[in-house]
C-alpha cells in the first residue's frame, strides 16, 4: 500500500522566502508528527496532531514556524520569513500502534 | 546532558564482525523503546521494538536495561549491507518519541 509522502522532496529558499511542506500520511491514520532533523543530528520533534487536532507544537523553534492539519489527513508546515538555520530535512511521521512511518523528508536549503 | 544518547561512530567493522551499539537515556519513566535503522539521505525505518526480555530477529539482538537505563543492539555476521545509521528511540508512554543522534555503521569489504 501506499506509504508517507512529502513534498516537495527538495526546496531551495531565498532567506526571507515563505516555504510550504505537504505531508500525505497514510491513509486511515490518526496521529501525525513533523521532525525536523539537521546534518549529523537525529530527529527533533516539531509537532504533533491527532487528527485534526494540533495537540503539541511544543518543538517549533518560533513563531515563523506553523502546521496544520485542517482536515485530519493531510497536513502542511508552513516556515515564514525563512532563514539560513532553518536548512535541514523536514520529516513527517504517521503513527500505527508504536510504529512511526516517515515519508521520504523534504529537504530544504536556505541560501 | 541529551535525554537519549549515542555514540555517533563510525564503528568500522569488516564483513562477518560482531558490532554492538548501546544507548542511554535520562528519563527513568520511558515505557518503550526502539531501534530505527536510516540509510544514508533516506528515512527512519523500524529496525525493531526492544522488550524488557530483550529479543532477537534473525542476527540481530536488543536488550534493555531498565536499572542502567540503556539499550544495545548486537549485530552478529555483519553485511556490507548493514551499513547505515542506527537511532534508538525512546518513548515516555505518551505519545513523544525522542531521537538520539544515531550511530553510523560502515561494514567494509
Known amino acids: 500500500g501506499a506509504g508517507v509522502s512529502q513534498s516537495p522532496r527538495y526546496k531551495v529558499a531565498k532567506r526571507g522566502q515563505d516555504v510550504a511542506l505537504r505531508c500525505d500520511p497514510i491513509s486511515g491514520h490518526v496521529s501525525l508528527f513533523w521532525y525536523q532533523q539537521a546534518l549529523g543530528q537525529g530527529p527533533e520533534f516539531l509537532t504533533y496532531f491527532q487528527n485534526e487536532a494540533q495537540l503539541d507544537k511544543s518543538g517549533l523553534p518560533s513563531d515563523r514556524f506553523f502546521a496544520e492539519r485542517p482536515e485530519g489527513s493531510v497536513s502542511t508546515l508552513k516556515i515564514q520569513r525563512t532563514q539560513q538555520e532553518d536548512s535541514a530535512v523536514y520529516l513527517c511521521a504517521s503513527t500505527e500502534g508504536p510504529e512511526q512511518f516517515f515519508g521520504p523528508g523534504t529537504r530544504l536549503t536556505v541560501l | 546532558r541529551k535525554e537519549v544518547e549515542q555514540d555517533p561512530g563510525p564503528f568500522n567493522v569488516p564483513e562477518g564482525a560482531t558490532v554492538a551499539f548501546n544507548c542511554t537515556y535520562s528519563n527513568s519513566a520511558s515505557q518503550s523503546f526502539f531501534w530505527y535503522r536510516q540509510d544514508c539521505r533516506k528515512e527512519p525505518k523500524l529496525l525493531m521494538s526492544?522488550?524488557?526480555s530483550g529479543n532477537e530477529d534473525g542476527r540481530f539482538t536488543a536488550q534493555l536495561n531498565r536499572a542502567s537505563q540503556y539499550i544495545s543492539l548486537l549485530i552478529r555476521d555483519s553485511k556490507l549491507s548493514d551499513s547505515a545509521t542506527y537511532l534508538c528511540?525512546?518513548?515516555?508512554?505518551?505519545?513523544?518519541?525522542?531521537f538520539g543522534t544515531g550511530t553510523r555503521l560502515k561494514v567494509l569489504a
Open positions: 528511540v525512546v518513548n515516555t508512554g505518551t505519545y513523544k518519541y525522542i
Open positions: 526492544v522488550y524488557s
